[in-house]
């Protein structure tokens, strides 16, 4: 057996094998628009952004403070609804799913890393990588050995029982990046996944999400100021006048 199918067979019941998916285009964003109003004064931020991804590529977004980055991510995880523009996953809308269907959807499918963590500081490493294996259904076991196989990926066999918030500040970044892959989701979205993170934790945490993006197919779009990761992404883009952007 091969690693591809060791990772298949080990992943929790009720997802898919999304190898057999064979959609060219099996995410796709068009035509996102998105403003804010601050003070009273709008800023437009996404312009009408483009993007299609197929099955297993990765894409870094680069580019400077403000621009739109995590703005674009939250929306491609469904965590924010665009003005205006439809993301479209295998052919389907999403966003006229209704908001149980939506939350189904983004906890099987889309593991997201924010840039700032959202973990729960009194529960353990352990007890907040489990947390989206038991939203999916999970028995505790299962959802336990799910989240210790992938603590373990990240190097964090030692941290298991400890509270988050007496974890290091790139302990608690592999907490995060654990919980968004314990459900070894279709597509992961990290918002500046190594930001907090020394050059050997980061080369690490580097090396594994390309791991998983190989082993599973998973689709990967990054946000980072890392050159080096955005370098190991199949493409890289930028946000300009509101607009995606590659960057070589
Ligand atoms: N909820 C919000 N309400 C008002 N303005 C917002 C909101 N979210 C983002 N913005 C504004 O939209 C712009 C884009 O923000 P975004 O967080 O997407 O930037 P970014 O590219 O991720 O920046 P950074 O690299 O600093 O994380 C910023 O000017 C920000 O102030
Ligand atoms: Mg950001």
Do not use: C
């Not at 991804?53 to 870094?60: D, K, P, Q």
Request: glycine fraction near 8%; proline fraction near 3%; aromatic fraction near 4%.
């Amino acid at each position: 057996m091969d690693n591809s199918e060791s990772l298949e067979k080990s992943r929790p019941p009720g997802q898919t094998g999304r190898q057999q998916v064979q959609a060219a285009n099996w995410i796709s964003a068009k035509d996102l628009v998105k403003s804010f109003r601050n003070g009273g004064v709008s800023i437009d931020v996404l312009k009408g952004v483009q993007l299609d991804l197929s099955i297993g590529e990765s894409v870094a977004i680069v580019g400077a403070s403000g621009i739109g980055k995590s703005t674009l991510l939250h929306i491609l995880g469904t965590l924010d609804r665009p003005d205006s523009g439809n993301l479209q996953f295998k052919g389907e809308d999403v966003f006229q799913y209704n908001d149980v269907k939506l939350a189904q959807f983004r906890n099987k499918t889309i593991g997201f890393v924010f840039q700032f963590h959202h973990l729960l500081p009194e529960f353990s490493a352990l007890e907040n990588a489990m947390m989206p294996a038991l939203i999916s259904g999970l028995s505790k076991p299962e959802a336990a050995a799910a989240a210790e196989e992938i603590l373990i990926r990240v190097r964090l066999q030692d941290r298991l029982h400890h509270r988050v918030g007496k974890l290091s500040g790139g302990e608690q970044q592999r907490v995060a990046l654990a919980r968004a892959l314990v459900l070894k989701p279709a597509i992961l979205l990290a918002d500046e996944p190594t930001g907090n993170l020394d050059n050997t934790n980061s080369d690490q945490v580097h090396q594994l999400i390309m791991e998983l993006n190989q082993e599973l197919s998973m689709t990967l779009v990054v946000v980072t100021h890392n050159m080096e990761l955005a370098s190991y992404m199949s493409r890289r883009v930028t946000i300009t006048a509101g607009q995606l952007k590659h960057v070589k």
